[in-house]
C-alpha cells in the first residue's frame, strides 16, 4: 500500500471462488461510486495478477487500485444455502429444486495509510 496521488492511495484487495459443500463460497469486491457500485475488476487502472491455486479454490486474483482517501469498497460474499422446495413455476420448467445463494455485504472506508476500516451497516426506518 503505497501513497500514489495527493489524497489517493493503492490498495491491494482479493477475490477467489472455492469449493464448500452445496456449491462454492465467493468474495469479491466493488467499489462504490455515488449511488452504484463498480466491480473493483472494472475501476480505471487497476492492475490484477492470477494467484496461485490452492486444493478446492476456483481461481484467486490479487487485484491492486488507486483510489481517493474515503473511498467506501464493498467485500460481496457469496455462499450456498441448502436447496429450496421447487415452485410452481420450476416445476412447469422441469426442476425439482433450486439451489440458493446467500449473498452479505461488508462496507470499508479507505484511509490515508491504505487500510480498510468497516463502516458500520446503515439502518433503515
Known sequence: MTT?????VEIELREYERVVSRGTH?????????????????WPGARMESLD??????????????LPVGSIVELVI???MTQQRASALDHLMGRTSREVEHQR?????????????A??????R
Open 26 to 42: 465467493r468474495e469479491t469486491w466493488r467499489v462504490q461510486v455515488e449511488d452504484e457500485a463498480l466491480s473493483a475488476c472494472a
Open 105 to 117: 455485504c461488508r462496507q470499508f472506508r479507505v484511509t490515508a495509510s491504505g487500510k480498510l476500516v
Open 119 to 124: 463502516v458500520a451497516p446503515q439502518t433503515r
Open 78 to 80: 457469496r455462499t450456498p
Open 53 to 66: 491455486r490452492q486444493r478446492g479454490v476456483v481461481w484467486e486474483r490479487s487485484i491492486t487500485l488507486s
Open 4 to 8: 500514489r496521488l495527493q489524497g489517493e
